[in-house]
């Protein structure tokens, strides 16, 4: 172990280096040893690596950016502390993702999505990260652009899905312009796995006062309703995102809403069926309560609809 911390040691201290070959050299160490060995994590933040792996984000070197990028990544499965006690952590993650389409390389702003989903693992953390607009704004420039790579997306939907699990965020988030990229990428986009990620957006954001108008302005319940009927061959997972949004539609939002859905939904009865007996255990208790909306009964008065309803699961 002693001597494990002393190559650490050194390379950190190279980090400082006036020579940017050194710097890239001991970048690419820290990155490979963060990678397969998970003691030398918080090992590399006590040594004081993080500032200038912050600091390296900024780089013009692609090569430099894609493994300060990694290396940060590494340790958040491990120091998450260590990384937002970091003064200027965030707002070098916020640069990277920022100059997705210009100046950083898409590995590394990858890496960066990716590291803000781990931070996002933590519950304190979602109120820190949700009051960077420039940080929730670039994810969502990321989803929408039709030039990013689907690694992009993934990696850019995972973060945003974390940050709309802390509920003052999502009306932030639907203020920033989230909701029609993210319907968008379920009308257009082909990939099973980004259909999910979206829908799971989609099903936390529907938890707010504002998801009414906004919905509504893309015609989310049709959209949601469509995914529920079995000719569109949704994944489950889908189908469950899509019973948790409408579920906090209904229960976000007005009269309105609650009609809407009871029309529309007769049409996936046998879809919300199925997810209501072959689902997961949430799912299934989703489904029975959308059930329960759309044949006949209502959120008022009904204590059972509220106890099934899980503002946290996708």
């Known amino acids: 172990m002693d001597v494990k911390r002393r190559t650490i040691r050194t390379l950190v201290s190279k980090l400082s280096s006036v020579s940017e070959r050194t710097r890239e050299e001991a970048l690419a160490e820290l990155r490979l ?27 013009s070197s692609h090569e430099s950016q894609d493994n300060a990028a990694a290396t940060l990544l590494n340790i958040s499965i491990s120091s998450r502390d260590s990384l937002m006690s970091t003064r200027g952590l965030l707002d070098a993650l916020s640069h990277a993702l920022g100059h997705h389409a210009t100046a950083t390389s898409p590995t590394a702003v990858q890496s960066a999505a990716a590291t803000l989903h781990s931070l996002l693992v ?3 953390y979602r109120p820190i990260i949700g009051s960077k607009r420039d940080i929730v704004y670039s994810l969502i420039e990321i989803v929408r652009s039709p ?6 997306i993934k990696d850019a939907l995972k973060a945003l899905f974390g940050i709309a699990l802390y509920q003052l965020n999502r009306s932030v988030m639907i203020d920033l312009g989230v909701v029609p990229p993210l319907f968008s990428l379920v009308l257009k986009d082909g990939r099973v796995g980004i259909v999910e990620d979206a829908t799971a957006v989609i099903a936390q954001i529907a938890g707010c006062e504002e998801s009414e108008a906004e919905f509504g302005r893309v015609s989310g319940i049709r959209v949601l309703v469509d995914l529920l009927d079995v000719g569109t061959g949704s994944s489950g997972r889908v189908k469950e995102n899509a019973v948790g949004a409408l579920l906090n539609l209904v229960r976000s939002g007005g009269e309105k809403v609650l009609r809407e859905v009871k029309e529309l939904g007769v049409t996936a009865l046998e879809g919300i ?16 309560a959308l059930l329960e909306v759309i044949e006949g009964g209502s959120m008022n008065g009904n204590p059972q609809f509220y106890s099934l309803f899980d503002h946290h699961s996708s």
Not at 147 to 152: E, G
């Open 122 to 124: 933590v519950d304190s």
């Open 33 to 59: 040893i963060t990678k397969h060995d998970e003691e030398s994590r918080p090992i590399v933040a006590e040594a004081g690596a993080i500032p200038y792996l912050a600091e390296t984000l900024y780089s």
């Open 273 to 288: 069926r199925d997810v209501a007996e072959g689902g997961s255990s949430k799912g299934k208790s989703k489904a029975m």
């Open 147 to 152: 030039k990013s790579p689907p690694r992009s």
